[in-house]
């Protein structure tokens, strides 16, 4: 069974930068997906970013490109969410999630609040 604990959440600027870590254990197969999600108030879960753990090869969607960056230690068994110039609306519970490639994310971690001030 994965589980993934996140950490690195907090306040900061508008502007500013905050990683995010999520750290896994019981990744039993090489072919994990690693993502990062998010849920504002009110709003539906919104995706980040993923990696493969097995090879590395990461995709974003549109709205992220250029801010955000996945990555992975993975002698660590660790996914990182390296976030820049952010903006309040940036603001959000953000989840690290773990899925078997061709299969729902079904591992999810308790969430990390990342709150961007004005």
């Known amino acids: 069974q994965v589980q993934l604990v996140e950490s690195g959440g907090g306040l900061v600027q508008a502007g500013g930068s905050l990683r995010l870590s999520c750290a896994a254990s019981?990744?039993?197969?090489?072919?994990?997906?690693m993502a990062w999600f998010r849920q504002a108030p009110g709003k539906e879960r919104e995706f980040l970013s993923a990696i493969l753990w097995s090879g590395g090869s990461t995709r974003y969607p549109t709205f992220v490109r250029g801010r955000f960056t996945i990555s992975r230690d993975y002698a660590k068994n660790t996914v990182f969410l390296q976030m820049n110039s952010l903006k309040p609306e940036d603001t959000a519970v953000y989840y690290c999630?773990?899925?078997?490639?061709?299969?729902?994310?079904?591992?999810w971690g308790q969430g990390t609040q990342v709150t961007v001030l004005s």
């Open positions: 019981g990744l039993t197969y090489s072919s994990y997906e």
């Open positions: 999630a773990a899925r078997v490639v061709g299969t729902p994310f079904n591992s």
